[in-house]
């Protein structure tokens, strides 16, 4: 299973930006769109961010994308202690023909 | 707003073959892509495959191929998993999605835990 690499752990007090990084290559991140997906404490993820930098409906604007040559990021804002959760980037991989995920990060609210 | 829900926990020999079900409401069943998404416990998430029901086509890792058939029944607004010769690594919860224009996978069923043990 190819993953995409990411911070394991990620922390702020509330209030604080916690920025979460995906590092990929030009035959996923570089070549297609990345999206980013919150998994709650035993709940199913959820989309979080769609075309690297959209939010669907209900996304607070406190959680932004953005995405630069091969690499992508999930930035968020005013942290709040609602948003302790694991967040995965993903992306198409052309060679590989199917999606990767990134390895997950763990964002703790100090 | 568009609701998946799975079936139930199973548990399974390694050996055997399991079928996750997947019931969509709340929308027009034809007009959705749907993939499969598998979280190992305390791992990350893994692709599994996908389907485009309007198309008929599917595709799949090649970790997957040849042991995961995913397919739909559009009378039934039902998409299905189902993962033959299991062995016990493929102990996890099993997640159905529906896949956006964009590639993201938009909606999510509640997961199913399949456990393989002898």
């Known amino acids: 299973q190819s993953l995409l690499p990411q911070p394991p752990s990620a922390s702020g007090t509330p209030g604080q930006t916690v920025t979460i990084s995906c590092s990929g290559s030009?035959?996923?991140?570089?070549?297609?769109?990345v999206n980013w997906y919150q998994q709650l404490p035993g709940t199913a993820p959820k989309l979080l961010i769609y075309?690297?930098?959209h939010r669907p409906s209900g996304v607070p604007d406190r959680f932004s994308g953005s995405k630069s040559g091969t690499s992508a990021s999930l930035a968020i804002s005013g942290l709040q202690s609602e948003d302790e959760a694991d967040y995965y980037c993903?992306?198409?991989?052309?060679?590989?023909?199917?999606?990767?995920f990134g390895i997950g990060t763990t964002v703790t609210v100090l | 707003q568009v609701q998946l829900v799975q079936s139930g926990a199973e548990v399974k020999k390694p050996g055997s073959s399991v079928k996750v079900s997947c019931k969509v409401s709340?929308?027009?069943?034809?007009?959705?892509?749907f993939t499969w998404v598998r979280q190992a416990p305390g791992q990350g998430l893994e692709w599994m495959g996908g389907?485009?029901?309007?198309?008929?086509?599917?595709n799949y890792p090649q970790k997957f191929q040849g042991r995961v058939t995913i397919t739909t029944d559009e009378s039934a607004n039902t998409a299905y998993m189902e993962m033959s010769s299991l062995k016990f690594e493929d102990t996890a919860v099993y997640y159905c999605?529906?896949?956006?224009?964009?590639?993201?996978?938009?909606?999510w069923g509640q997961g199913t835990l399949v456990s393989v043990s002898s």
């Open positions: 075309r690297n930098s």
């Open positions: 709340g929308g027009t069943f034809s007009n959705y892509a």
């Open positions: 389907i485009i029901p309007f198309f008929g086509v599917s």
């Open positions: 030009s035959s996923n991140i570089g070549g297609n769109t």
């Open positions: 993903a992306a198409w991989d052309d060679s590989l023909n199917g999606y990767v």
């Open positions: 999605a529906t896949k956006g224009d964009s590639g993201s996978f938009d909606h």
